[in-house]
Structure formats: C-alpha cells, structure tokens
C-alpha cells in the first residue's frame, strides 16, 4: 500500500543552521502538504503543493514538490529556537475521501 | 482563517464513563471532518472520517460503538468515547476539510484524554 518515508528521523542542530528534510515514496502524489506539530498542540500547515517541480516558500522555510512526484523536500533557512517541533509531510490516501497518509515526522532539536 | 477549536483541552474521566469531545470550524464549513489519535513519539492515526449529514467512516481496527461520531452540521463534529478505559488514554485531533482548498487539512489544538 501507500506509505511515505520520512527521513531523517530527529535532526540536532545549532542556532543559525540550515536545515533540510525530506518524504519520499513508491507511489505518485499529486499533492504534497507539510505540517509542524509542537508539544501538546495540532499540527499546523506550512505549506502545500500541487504541481511536480513546485517551489513555494513560507518566510524562511521552502518546500519542493519533486519532479518524478514521488518526493517531497523541506528546508528551513537560519534556524531559530521557535522552530523546534516536529516536522510531517502528508500526501492524498488513494481513492480516499480527502484522507491523508502521513510520514513518521522529523524531530528537530536545536542545540543551545 | 481556516480556524478549528476543539474541547475540552483536556479531560481525566473514571473507567467506565463516557466522554464527549466536540470539534468546530470557525471561520469556514467543514464538509468533511477526521478525527485522530496520536500516542507519544508516533506520528498521527486516523480514527474516522465524517461528512456532515451522514454516518463516519471507520478506520480499520477501530472500534465504531466505542468512538460514536456525529457530524450534526457543517461546523461541528463530536466524538465520544463510550465506556473509556485506561488503554483509551490519548491525545485526541480533530481536523477539518473544506472541500473547497483540496487536500488541505486544518486542526484543532488536540484534546488530551486520561482515564483512570
């Protein structure tokens, strides 16, 4: 079935870096979304895509929707404490009524 | 825009009892409403997908007369957890579709569930 592959996993890193993740799958997506979850909360949307080589940019963050639509990519510039959370990319479930599957998330940790 | 609330925050409630969780759109109509469950470290499991007017659809594995959903209108959607049970003990999502932005899904602040 459908599944996406979220790498990596957890990222530890320092103030200022940049930062970049990514989902990928066996199957084709016509639509990417990536959302961010912190503690106790729902997720939030960043961004989402609709078109395989997409762009799109939110402040400091641009996500990617890749050209064979089997991946997607998340970079995060000049990283600030506020960022840390948990990062999921999403994708439409096949045949679905809106439904989405979710990767397994990045874990970002900035360092002190 | 495109803002769900969910209540209670949280809740602690005693085995056996039952307890409702409502969810609402504020700002748009949801025609299509999720409602799922995360434990620690995972990632997001949907429960149950509902349409406003009819029944929920139920994910595998779970439970429909256990997690009674009602979609009554288009910005409101409960879930109750009937007979709750420790292993019930949960952070609890809901989020909202609008039909009108695609695959976009927007969420409620979560709802943390402690049985005892």
């Known amino acids: 079935g459908q599944q996406l592959n979220q790498s990596p996993q957890s990222m530890f890193i320092q103030e200022g870096e940049d930062v970049s993740m990514n989902c990928t799958s066996s199957?084709?997506?016509?639509?990417w979304l990536w959302y961010k979850q912190e503690p106790g909360e729902g997720p939030v949307l960043l961004i989402a895509?609709?078109?395989a080589g997409e762009l799109t940019s939110n402040g400091r963050l641009t996500a990617q929707f890749g050209i064979t639509r089997k991946d997607s990519f998340l970079n995060i510039s000049a990283s600030i404490p506020s960022d840390v959370g948990i990062y999921f990319c999403a994708g439409p479930r096949m045949d679905s009524n809106y439904q989405l599957i979710w990767g397994a998330g990045t874990k970002l940790i900035i360092k002190p | 825009g495109a803002v769900v609330s969910q209540h209670p925050s949280w809740v602690i409630c005693k085995s056996g009892t039952s307890v409702k969780i409502e969810c609402r759109s504020l700002d748009f109509q949801a025609t299509t409403m999720f409602w799922y469950r995360q434990f620690p470290k995972q990632s997001l499991m949907l429960m149950a997908t509902s349409n406003e007017g009819s029944k929920a659809t139920y994910e595998q594995g779970v439970e429909k007369d256990k997690f009674l959903i009602n979609h009554a209108s288009l910005t409101l959607s409960t879930l109750t957890v009937t007979s709750a049970h420790p292993e019930d003990s949960s952070f609890y999502i809901c989020s909202a579709n609008s039909g009108t932005l695609g695959y976009e899904q927007y969420f409620g602040p979560g709802t943390r569930l402690t049985v005892t």
């Open positions: 895509l609709y078109k």
């Open positions: 199957s084709i997506f016509n639509t």
